[in-house]
């Protein structure tokens, strides 16, 4: 018996892309986090938090445009809190992110009792017309949810920010000296919490995603290291968007194998194949580590590194 | 407009008092978070702050608590101190629970009490190796600490998962996700009997000397806190990074597993897929709270402890979410962080 039939390797497929999306938009987010100079360990946080914030607009208002924008500004609410903790408190960034993974992961929880047994209005399907017509390609590709293919756009719009717009020559430079750039009369500090923000909103976008079109239920803890692996990725993808999505990508699709192989009947308990996409991490982790010059050459240089302007 | 400025002294007042601060905070927020639910604030604060110290039994109920947090604490202050990110101790906590568990379950009514001794050691091994790998990946490939731990932390609690629900399962448990209950001698002697209270507390206290000692007096603490705060002058004076590197993340793993076997095996008395608790990432509270400090470490952890008990009686008594306990911990956190700040700068009006 073959395990993949055209059938189940379309859904496959199409699984792929929507759980690509949402780690790909935290990501996203994060990496103009992380050019600006700024480690954002709150990610799983943001997007609990917005998971909730969109889910409860979502039933109360039945609206998906409307639970997008709550996510989103939650996920901005939220990382202006850290960000002005970290950017004019100087306060250290690894602890102050976990402090808000942390408080975003009692917060949504606590936010979250009344919705655990809420449903959203059921919304119609999402189909291209025509393309989705197309055997195998159709419903592989051209069923998705338009935040798919908004999220492919942003992406594209993203690189060509970062390396084709002064904004963008802006944004690398504070992250990569941020003492020259204060020193050209950039408002250094301003435009970290603008990243920080925008970079929330992403996270929030992605949070809102997962629980309004994705799962789409409210669970306590939902994200499931979502928001860390999306911070593994920024890496993997030394800090390019393109990248960024096609990694994204990736990692939906090892996410999406487990329950595919669990739905096969394939005799290994569910736990083990739970794991993969956390030990998938770990190895790709290693193997893009491996080189430090690699991550070196690429990471933004002042990451992490707090700064003081006019000392 | 204000500007904060760098005072020429750290303020002494504020080293001492920013914890303090920060919880009246906390106590303020959640005052206000009370009243935005419809109740009393008195009522709630009651929950966190009177009703977990106000007799004898509460008090040993909340060592029960403390004494883990007290443990992984410890261990995590060390990995900060040396700027080692390890925040998978919720990781390595399980793997303790699930090797001490083991032994545990190896013991037969006549087995002596020395299998404590056992449970115990394996806990601490199991949260040693499940941290050494996190130590392997960082020497070896330069694999981020951070995630690597933290990664670690839901393939644990999937192993834990899989034990209990597999291999390990009661056949005598009605097919609940449970091990058979630990028979008597494994379990962790109790002080007093109808007290949970256990030992744990003895081993917590002697390790708060310990650790004491091994960060202000030993020659291998002071090398690992000078890594931490200054690389460039600890590689100049010949200080192993990799080293450093190695003990921080065993010495980390080894408490939270011993942690782990302790709750596994004490209060617990079986594995269940609800071992996990969250300790490992309330500690990094505590630690941070407790000023890496081994006996700051003791009183921020009695807190944390008051808030796990406020946030379950606020649940039973209330019927306010239990959640509100982690919601008070994060706020605890950065309002710390933010008062920190304020140790070393002040604010002061510019007109501009």
């Given at each position: 018996?073959?395990?993949?039939?055209?059938?189940?390797?379309?859904?496959?497929?199409?699984?792929?892309?929507?759980?690509?999306?949402v780690?790909?938009?935290?990501?996203?987010?994060?990496?103009?986090?992380?050019?600006?100079?700024?480690?954002?360990?709150?990610?799983?946080?943001?997007?609990?938090?917005?998971?909730?914030?969109?889910?409860?607009?979502?039933?109360?208002?039945?609206?998906?445009?409307?639970?997008?924008?709550?996510?989103?500004?939650?996920?901005?609410?939220?990382?202006?809190?850290f960000?002005?903790?970290?950017?004019?408190?100087?306060?250290?960034?690894?602890?102050?992110?976990?402090?808000?993974?942390?408080?975003?992961?009692?917060?949504?929880a606590?936010?979250?009792?009344?919705?655990?047994?809420?449903?959203?209005?059921?919304?119609?399907?999402?189909a291209?017309?025509?393309?989705?017509?197309?055997?195998?390609?159709?419903?592989?590709?051209?069923?998705?949810?338009?935040?798919?293919?908004?999220?492919?756009?942003?992406?594209?719009?993203?690189?060509?920010?970062?390396?084709?717009?002064?904004?963008?020559?802006?944004?690398?430079a504070?992250?990569?000296?941020?003492?020259?750039?204060?020193?050209?009369?950039?408002?250094?500090?301003?435009?970290?919490?603008?990243?920080?923000?925008?970079?929330?909103?992403?996270?929030?976008?992605?949070?809102?995603?997962?629980?309004?079109?994705?799962?789409?239920?409210?669970?306590?803890?939902?994200?499931?290291?979502?928001?860390?692996?999306?911070?593994?990725?920024?890496?993997?993808?030394?800090?390019?968007?393109?990248?960024?999505?096609?990694?994204?990508?990736?990692?939906?699709?090892?996410?999406?194998?487990?329950?595919?192989?669990?739905?096969?009947?394939?005799?290994?308990?569910?736990?083990?194949?739970?794991?993969?996409?956390?030990?998938?991490?770990?190895v790709?982790?290693?193997?893009?580590?491996?080189?430090?010059?690699?991550?070196?050459?690429?990471?933004?240089a002042?990451?992490?590194?707090?700064?003081?302007?006019?000392? | 407009m204000?500007?904060?400025?760098?005072?020429?002294?750290?303020?002494?007042?504020?080293m001492?008092?920013?914890?303090?601060?920060?919880?009246?905070i906390?106590?303020?927020?959640?005052?206000?978070?009370?009243?935005?639910?419809?109740?009393?604030?008195?009522?709630?604060?009651r929950?966190?702050?009177?009703?977990?110290?106000?007799n004898?039994?509460?008090l040993?109920?909340?060592?029960?608590?403390?004494?883990?947090?007290v443990?992984?604490?410890?261990?995590?202050?060390?990995?900060?101190?040396?700027?080692?990110?390890n925040?998978?101790?919720?990781?390595?906590?399980?793997?303790?629970?699930?090797?001490?568990?083991?032994?545990?379950?190896?013991?037969?009514?006549?087995?002596?009490?020395?299998?404590?001794?056992?449970?115990?050691?394996a806990?601490?091994?199991?949260?040693?190796?499940?941290?050494?790998?996190?130590?392997?990946?960082?020497?070896?490939f330069?694999?981020?600490?951070?995630?690597?731990?933290l990664?670690?932390v839901?393939?644990?609690?999937?192993?834990?998962?899989?034990?209990?629900?597999?291999?390990?399962?009661?056949?005598?448990?009605?097919?609940?996700?449970?091990?058979?209950?630990?028979?008597?001698?494994?379990?962790?002697?109790?002080?007093?009997?109808?007290?949970?209270?256990?030992?744990?507390?003895?081993?917590?206290?002697?390790?708060?000397?310990?650790?004491?000692?091994?960060?202000?007096?030993?020659?291998?603490?002071?090398q690992l806190?000078?890594?931490?705060?200054?690389p460039?002058?600890?590689?100049?004076?010949?200080?192993?990074?990799?080293?450093?590197?190695?003990?921080?993340?065993?010495?980390?793993?080894?408490?939270?597993?011993?942690?782990?076997?302790?709750?596994?095996?004490?209060?617990?008395?079986?594995?269940?897929?609800?071992?996990?608790?969250?300790?490992?990432?309330?500690?990094?509270?505590?630690?941070?709270?407790?000023?890496?400090?081994?006996?700051?470490?003791?009183?921020?952890?009695?807190?944390?402890?008051?808030?796990?008990?406020?946030?379950?009686?606020?649940?039973?008594?209330?019927?306010?979410?239990?959640?509100?306990?982690?919601?008070?911990?994060?706020?605890?956190?950065?309002?710390?962080?933010?008062?920190?700040?304020?140790?070393?700068?002040?604010?002061?009006?510019?007109?501009?």
């Open positions: 018996m073959s395990v993949f039939t055209p059938d189940s390797l379309a859904l496959l497929l199409a699984a792929t892309l929507n759980a690509g999306t780690l790909g938009l935290a990501a996203m987010g994060l990496l103009i986090n992380e050019r600006s100079g700024v480690v954002n360990l709150g990610a799983e946080g943001l997007m609990l938090v917005a998971a909730i914030a969109g889910f409860a607009t979502g039933v109360n208002t039945g609206s998906d445009t409307l639970a997008f924008l709550a996510g989103a500004a939650a996920g901005a609410l939220l990382a202006a809190v960000g002005v903790l970290v950017i004019w408190l100087n306060t250290n960034q690894y602890a102050t992110g976990l402090a808000l993974s942390l408080f975003g992961a009692g917060l949504s606590f936010a979250g009792i009344r919705y655990t047994q809420e449903k959203l209005p059921e919304r119609p399907n999402f291209i017309p025509y393309l989705s017509d197309i055997p195998f390609v159709g419903p592989a590709l051209f069923k998705q949810h338009p935040l798919v293919y908004l999220a492919i756009a942003f992406t594209a719009a993203l690189a060509w920010f970062l390396y084709r717009s002064r904004a963008g020559l802006i944004l690398r504070v992250g990569e000296s941020p003492e020259s750039a204060h020193a050209l009369g950039y408002p250094v500090r301003r435009i970290r919490l603008m990243a920080v923000m925008g970079g929330g909103a992403l996270c929030g976008l992605a949070g809102a995603y997962l629980s309004v079109v994705y799962t789409p239920l409210w669970v306590e803890g939902m994200v499931a290291g979502k928001g860390w692996i999306a911070l593994a990725l920024t890496t993997f993808a030394t800090w390019r968007p393109v990248r960024v999505l096609l990694g994204a990508y990736l990692f939906g699709g090892v996410t999406m194998l487990q329950f595919q192989l669990q739905g096969q009947g394939i005799q290994i308990p569910s736990q083990l194949l739970t794991m993969l996409p956390y030990l998938a991490t770990i790709v982790l290693v193997l893009i580590s491996r080189n430090p010059t690699w991550i070196r050459v690429n990471m933004p002042s990451l992490g590194k707090p700064f003081h302007p006019g000392s | 204000f500007k904060l400025e760098a005072r020429a002294q750290p303020s002494r007042l504020l001492v008092g920013s914890p303090v601060i920060a919880l009246l906390t106590v303020l927020v959640g005052s206000l978070l009370f009243v935005a639910l419809g109740k009393n604030p008195v009522d709630g604060l929950m966190f702050f009177y009703e977990p110290i106000k004898v039994y509460s040993t109920e909340l060592t029960i608590k403390a004494t883990p947090l443990l992984i604490a410890l261990g995590l202050a060390v990995c900060f101190r040396a700027n080692l990110w925040i998978g101790a919720e990781g390595q906590f399980v793997l303790g629970a699930i090797c001490g568990g083991w032994v545990a379950m190896q013991a037969t009514p006549d087995t002596g009490r020395w299998i404590v001794a056992a449970v115990l050691v806990g601490m091994l199991g949260g040693m190796a499940w941290a050494g790998i996190v130590a392997l990946l960082r020497d070896r330069n694999a981020s600490e951070i995630l690597v731990s990664m670690l839901y393939v644990a609690e999937m192993l834990l998962s899989y034990l209990v629900y597999g291999p390990w399962k009661d056949p005598q448990g009605y097919n609940f996700p449970q091990t058979i209950t630990f028979l008597d001698p494994a379990r962790i002697p109790k002080i007093v009997s109808g007290f949970r209270m256990n030992i744990g507390v003895y081993i917590a206290l002697a390790a708060v000397v310990a650790f004491t000692i091994f960060l202000s007096r030993t020659y291998a603490g002071f806190q000078v890594g931490g705060l200054a460039a002058a600890a590689r100049y004076a010949g200080f192993s990074s990799r080293r450093a590197l190695w003990t921080g993340l065993l010495i980390s793993g080894g408490m939270a597993g011993l942690a782990g076997a302790l709750d596994a095996a004490g209060p617990q008395g079986q594995l269940t897929p609800f071992v996990p608790m969250g300790y490992g990432f309330a500690a990094i509270i505590v630690a941070f709270v407790g000023r890496l400090n081994p006996v700051g470490i003791v009183f921020s952890a009695l807190l944390m402890s008051m808030f796990y008990i406020g946030g379950e009686l606020a649940q039973s008594r209330l019927g306010l979410p239990k959640a509100l306990t982690g919601v008070f911990q994060g706020l605890l956190l950065f309002c710390l962080l933010a008062c920190d700040t304020f140790i070393h700068q002040r604010l002061r009006w510019v007109s501009k």
